[in-house]
């Protein structure tokens, strides 16, 4: 198995990765923490899909890992200051760079535990660095082991960030699933 992440350009497969099975379903399509609170409240159905759409006409939202033709796997991550990170109050600036937050990787059913997640870790990692990031921020839980809900495993674990080599920045006031998330950091300059 080969493979390849590359900025997430094609709107099917990122619709394959973060949209619903339903179009009028009221899910994710990863804009909980790159919009406003108050915008995606209010985008219902296909609304979230066509603002998708619209965001990708200003550049990639993420990343996408790809085995051969087949999308099987999604990152999302963009500068930090156009995401809701840069307003919360339950994940601390560590200091004024202008980091870019990494917030949701995603492996499709069926692709899952063959590696998939550190190579979609590392290429958004790539992709911030071609675009000047100077390091890249995640927030994973810090579970210690125990296992994660699936459906809240997206912010993904402290480990599987050190193993991409960050390192733990702060601590924060968020909790997801019973577990307290860290902020983890990576300098890429």
Not at 20 to 25: C, E, F, I, T, Y
Not at 46 to 61: D, F, I, K, N, S
Not at 136 to 160: I, S, W
Request: charged share 25%.
């Amino acid at each position: 198995m080969t493979i390849d992440v590359r900025p997430a350009a094609e709107f099917d497969d990122v619709r394959t990765m973060v949209g619903p099975k339903r179009p009028d379903a009221e899910s994710c399509w990863c804009l909980s923490y790159r919009v406003p609170g108050a915008v995606n409240r209010e985008l219902r159905g296909p609304a979230r899909g066509e603002y998708v759409r619209a965001l990708m006409a200003q550049g990639p939202p993420g990343v996408l890992a790809y085995d051969g033709d087949e999308v099987v796997g999604w990152a999302g991550i963009h500068p930090r200051s156009d995401t809701s990170f840069a307003t919360a109050r339950k994940i601390p600036h560590v200091d004024d760079l202008d980091v870019w937050s990494l917030w949701c990787v995603r492996v499709r059913p069926g692709h899952r535990k063959q590696g998939i997640t550190g190579r979609l870790i590392a290429g958004a990692v790539e992709y911030a660095r071609d675009q000047g990031a100077p390091a890249v921020e995640a927030y994973p839980v810090d579970n210690q082991g125990a296992k994660v809900d699936l459906t809240m495993a997206y912010v993904g674990t402290r480990v599987m960030f050190e193993r991409a080599g960050f390192e733990k920045a702060a601590d924060t006031d968020s909790v997801l699933s019973g577990f307290p998330r860290v902020l983890m950091r990576l300098r890429l300059s």
